[in-house]
């Protein structure tokens, strides 16, 4: 029996259901005090003062500023401009100056209100727009935090000779992750045992390398330990190292364990967003349709402080020019900064945003040229050895042609477009059915996954199971369940025979951040080669023949533990051999895979009242094998709704720099009433170096769903619209201008 | 203060409470019943959502006044040593993800199984109406009360 290819049912399920599992709010500790965070309420200036008016006993508050920083004051991640408390300069609203932390929350927030800071305005800058003109200088020199550039061919040359050019213009909004467990952890710390800290988070080992610097202390006196955690998306990876630190802080100035949850407003205010995008495409064709050259310029913006948008804005980057051959390409991209609270990871990690840009794009060109828009993107499908944007030659086997084939049948496409059309003449509500097609690239973008160097490891335990051992979270997704299965697979064991550790840096090595859909294609196949090699010490110890039963493995471990000592395996990632991408360059084999899909929408617009809604969805595509159907149909679905609020539904509303509607009541994600019924179908071409032959999957569902929705708009009413979100009241002011 | 007596999952408790303390941080600070759990406190997302008197309602809308003599059921009270046919169909079928919003979500499967013994998918839809997931895009969690019906 194996276990890969089946829907083992989820490892921590039943406790999760019976209302047992321990989220970080759930847990308390002997002498437990709380923490708050008292942040600016202007987006830029100088802190001049922090007055404590009267009103609470302001002796019994424990009190944290930035000069009661041990370490250094940077929240460590990629660039050191981060302050975990403001100094002198605020740079964006919301942001940290004073953490307070007490016993009773109700004087908390008392003393919140009596905290007045005397702060000196400076001019602001709240939109990428604004940013990119340069008349206020808000980061650095120049407001640019990255800039990317990619040149193959000749571009310009190219547009001299086009049959065609067509260029169109494509922003996305903010978009909240919206986990329903907001952040929130609790830390010990003191001078003896060093800092720990529990919490809700994607990535332990980032927690702990903000820690160090923060309080100068050595690796191993810092301990993160991940508790259930109830959703992240991205919300989760690098914001929980602010939090964390902010509470350890506390703790280590009261000598207190410290909880510190935020509450639904503060954690959508103050804590980070899909960043928003702007893209300009020109694209130039020759007389047979086929792409000549693509020049896309792509902008994203930052919020006030560098973080990840270098890597959001590299994925972004490299998915710029969708799934389509172009032998002529040029991109430019650029992450600048602004006055709101720092953008973040979110789910797809600026994919879902270029790939809105080309995937509205193509269509367009399709109706500009008068062409049936699946013609026009199957004339230019990239091939197996032809090139992606990035330089990457496609060395595998693609099945896109295939997948998209299957989805319009599925869907029916071509007819209705048809009965649509014929239907929509007398009738206020109009349908459309629309497509994307699209690609996303799994693991760590470029080099990245060689610099992480991953370890994964596992162990026998004294009761006869096998324990994975790896810093990768389970945040809903799966992670213990699809480890489990490729783990039992490599050990010829069963499903019950694995258990996998509660991430704790304390004792598992660092197999990287749960994030980049890497978990199961890059840290499984890492668990199963750590399988492996503890089987051969088996082996080796002459414990285990090559053929043996489950009893005999058991027994075999259990032996090795009397008579040798620990039995553990390890192993560590290299690059398949086949990938290659040169950093100087900017050019290569960005991924070591990609998955493929094609998704379609059907949508009714009314045009009375400008609400649209998703009737059906079709997501189609290929992840390489799947692990774990059900799980996988889950990933996909949950996905697909998310892409469903961030093309029709969630709108941040920006006031001076700040979410206004930081209400689940005004900020509007998807319910049961929203979501159609979604058909998922997967095809499966194994990746010989994924856990178990997957490709990553966790952010291709976000991906596909906006351009395929705003396709299915564009059919049924017949107006271009190239900004998501489509709330009624934009549709509305788009279809006043351009009456049907 | 208030002394304010009421029955959860079968059994009488006895709180000493402000009068206006709500629902939910009685049952998760007071009684250490952590299953019911908070989204967003303002009735919004359903996570907190527990059965009082056989109806749905959100605990973090409830002031525990409004609950005295009142019968209240939470995630705690539903499986007794086996998972009860709803929450082994929530397993089967995928019906929890991170799991935060499961015990609300539970609840008011329960509540639309207790109003209707084979729920049609619109009435399950509605009746999950309340209840926000941000993992499932919410087909298992239907699939699974569906699969409950079915047996019903």
Known sequence: MTWVGKSALRKEGEKKLRGEAKYIDDITFPKMIFGITVRSPIARGILKQIEYLPGVDWDSIIKVTAKDIPGENYVALIEKDQPYLAEEKINHAEEPILLLAHADKNLLEKARKLVKFHIQPLPTVYTLEESLKQKEIVWGSNNILKTYAIDRGNVEAAFKTAHSVIEGTYSTGAQEQLYIEPNGVIAIANEKDGVTVWGSMQCPYYVHKALVPLFGLPPNKIRVVQTETGGGFGGKEEYPSVISGHAALLAWKSKLPVKMIYDRMEDMVATTKRHPSKTHIRTAFDKNHKLLALDIDFTIDGGAYATLSSVVLSRGTLHASGPYFSPNIKIRSRAVATNSPPHGAFRGFGAPQSLFAIERHMEFCAKTLKLDPIKLRKANLVKQGETLGCGQIVKEKIKLASVLDHALQASDYNKKRKIFAKNNKNNPIKKGIGIAVFMHGAGFTGSGETFLASIAAVKATPEGKIQVLTSNTEIGQGTNTVFSQMAADALGIDFSDIEVAQPDTSFVPNSGPTVASRTTMIVGKLVELAAKDLKQKLIAAQLLKENYSRQEFVAACKKYLKDVGDLKGMSQYKAPPNVIWDDKKYQGDAYGTYAWATYIAETSTDTRTFETKVDKFWAFQEVGKVINPNLARGQIIGGVAQGIGYALYEDIIWKDGRMANNKMSNYIMPTTLDIPDIEVKFMELPYSYGGGGSKGIGELPLDGPAPAILNAMENAIGIEINQIPVTPERLMALMESNPL | ?152
């Open chain 2, 1 to 152: 203060m208030k002394k304010i007596k009421l029955t959860i999952n079968g059994k009488l408790f006895s709180v000493n409470s402000n009068p206006f303390s709500r629902l939910l941080d009685v049952l998760r600070d007071e009684l250490k019943l952590t299953g019911t759990k908070e989204g967003c406190g303002e009735g919004e997302c359903g996570a907190c959502s527990v059965i009082m008197e056989g109806k749905l309602v959100n605990s973090c809308l409830v002031p525990i006044l409004q609950a005295e003599g009142k019968k209240i059921l939470t995630v705690e009270g539903l499986a007794k040593k086996s998972l009860t046919p709803l929450q082994k169909n929530f397993m089967k079928c995928g019906g929890a993800q991170c799991g935060i919003c499961t015990p609300g979500m539970l609840m008011a499967a329960h509540a639309i199984q207790l109003k209707k013994k084979k729920p049609s998918k619109k009435e399950i839809r509605e009746g999950l109406g309340g209840n926000l997931c941000r993992c499932t895009g919410y087909s298992q969690i239907i699939e699974s009360i569906q699969a409950t019906r079915s047996k019903a």
